[in-house]
C-alpha cells in the first residue's frame, strides 16, 4: 500500500470532491463508503472498488479483513488520521474508506414485466430518511426502488451509510419523473401515499402482486403530475396530528403492509 | 423584551448549559426547546415556559405568535443572531428557543391500572432514534412510554426537537429499571422485542388491551434482567440481514402493529 503525507495529493482531493460535490459524483461515475462494515458490503456484491483508503491503525485492527479489501481494490492507500479526516464524513472516523464505481442496476430491472412490488419515491430530499428506507427496503423483501430525478443523490455518503450496504444489493433505478415511470409500466398497480384522512386506510388495502407505491417529498407529498397518474390513493391512520411522521418511519409502514 | 448583548450574560450562559449538560438539565429542572412550532406546542400543552429567546429577525417574521409566547413566558428577551447561534442547537437557527420547567408526568401514569398499551425503553442511547419513537407513538395512540434510568436524557435538545412536540403531550415516566416497572405493574402483561427468528412474529400476536412491549438498546438488545421479567418474546420478521432494520423504524413498526 502507498502512504499518502500530503492533503494536496491528487488522490486525496478527488475523494473529497466526490464527498461533497453530487456533479462531480455523475461525472466521474463513482461515489465514496467509508467504515470496513461498508466497504465489506461493496467487495461483497461485486461492486468495483477504485480505490481504498486506511489509516495505519485500522490496518492494525482490522488486518485480515483489510488485506481482502486491498487485494480486491484497484489501488489502495494507508494516511495519518489528520489526513483521514478531510476525506472522512463521520465525527469519529474509522478509518476505512473506498471510492467505488457507480452501480449500474439496468439489468436488474429486466424482470419488472414479471412482477413484484415496487417502491417509488418522488423527490424525496433528505439523505438520511433515504438511506433508512432503502434498508427498509431490504429488510422486507421490496423488489426494487424507483427514484425521480430530483431526488437528492442516492451516492450521497449519508445515504450509502444510512442504508447500511442495501444500496449494494437492492435494485433500484434513477428516471426522469415518476409519472413516466408509471406511463411506461402500466402492468404495475399504482398506491399514492397521501396525507388525507378521506383517502383509503393503509389497513384496508391489498396491495396486489405486481404494483408500485409512491411516497413523496417530506414537506410537500407527492406531485401532482404523478398523483394524477395514479389508480389508488391510500393514507395511514393516524390518533395525533395527521403530519406527525417522520418520513423514513412513514415509508417504512407502507413497505411492511405492503409485503407482510 | 430584555435585550441580551454580551455573551457573558447569565441567562445566556445558563442556556448554553442547559443545551449542553444532562446533569444541569437535571439539578435545575429545566431545558430548552428550540423552533417556533415546538415554542408553540409547549405552551399549548400548559407546559410552564421559564423564558423566552428571540432574534429580532424572527419577532418581525412571527410577530403574533412570538408575542403571545412572551406573555406567556417568565422572561423574554431578544438577542442578536450572533448571539443566538451560541445558545442554538440547530444548523440554520431559526431564531425561537425557549426555557421550559421539566415535565411532572407522574399524574398522568395513575391511570395505568385500568389498561393501555404502552412502550418501555431498555436502554435505548440515541436521542434522534429517542425522538422519533415518541413521535410515532403519539401518531399511533400510545397510552405511555416508560423509559429506563439509563436511556439518554429525555430533555437533549434532540429528543425534544426530533420528538415534534410529543414531548409535551405524551405522558411517560424515567424509572430505575424496567424489570422493576414490570414487576411493580403485573396487571400488564409484556411483549419484549427480540431479534431472534425462533421468537414469535409481531405478525401471529394479539396485543391484549393492558400490554407493554419492551425494546431494547440499539447494539446489546434487552437486558438480559429485564427480558426474564418478560411474559412473551416476540420479533419481526425480515427478507434480508435479520440486524437491518433502523432503531426508531424497528419501534414505530411494533408500536404501529400493536395499536392498529
Redesign the interface.
Known amino acids: 500500500m502507498l502512504l499518502l503525507t500530503s492533503r494536496d495529493n491528487p488522490n486525496i482531493k478527488n475523494v473529497v470532491k466526490l464527498k461533497k460535490n453530487a456533479r462531480f459524483r455523475k461525472q466521474t461515475g463513482s461515489f465514496i463508503a467509508e467504515g470496513l462494515r461498508v466497504c465489506v458490503d461493496a467487495m461483497l456484491s461485486n461492486a468495483q472498488i477504485e480505490a481504498l483508503f486506511v489509516t495505519n491503525q485500522a490496518l492494525e485492527k482490522y488486518a485480515e479483513q483489510i488485506d481482502k479489501l486491498a487485494s480486491y481494490s484497484v489501488k489502495s492507500f494507508t494516511l495519518a488520521p489528520e489526513l483521514f479526516e478531510l476525506i472522512s464524513d463521520t465525527e469519529t472516523p474509522q478509518g476505512v474508506l473506498c471510492v467505488i464505481k457507480t452501480l449500474d442496476k439496468t439489468l436488474q430491472f429486466g424482470k419488472i414485466n414479471n412482477g413484484g412490488k415496487y417502491l417509488a419515491l418522488d423527490n424525496v430530499q433528505d439523505p438520511s430518511n433515504l438511506g ?1 428506507i432503502l ?2 427496503a ?4 421490496i423488489s426494487g426502488i424507483i427514484l425521480s430525478s430530483d431526488c437528492c443523490d442516492i451516492y450521497s455518503p449519508k445515504v450509502v451509510r ?1 442504508s ?1 450496504g ?1 444500496i449494494f ?1 437492492l435494485p433500484f433505478m434513477v428516471c426522469d419523473s415518476i409519472r413516466a415511470f408509471l406511463e411506461d409500466n402500466p402492468q404495475l398497480d399504482s398506491y399514492a401515499a397521501v396525507v388525507d384522512s378521506s383517502a383509503d386506510k393503509i ?1 384496508e388495502l391489498s396491495f396486489c402482486d405486481s404494483c408500485v407505491a409512491i411516497i413523496g417529498n417530506e414537506g410537500n407529498g407527492i406531485k401532482k403530475e404523478t398523483l394524477e397518474a395514479c389508480s389508488h390513493r391510500f393514507t395511514i ?5 395527521a403530519e ?3 418520513a ?2 412513514a415509508a ?2 407502507i413497505i ?1 403492509e405492503m ?2
Open positions: 433508512t434498508r427498509s431490504e429488510a422486507f423483501g444510512g447500511m442495501a444489493r389497513t391512520p393516524m390518533a395525533g396530528n406527525s411522521l417522520n423514513s418511519v417504512s409502514i411492511w409485503i407482510k
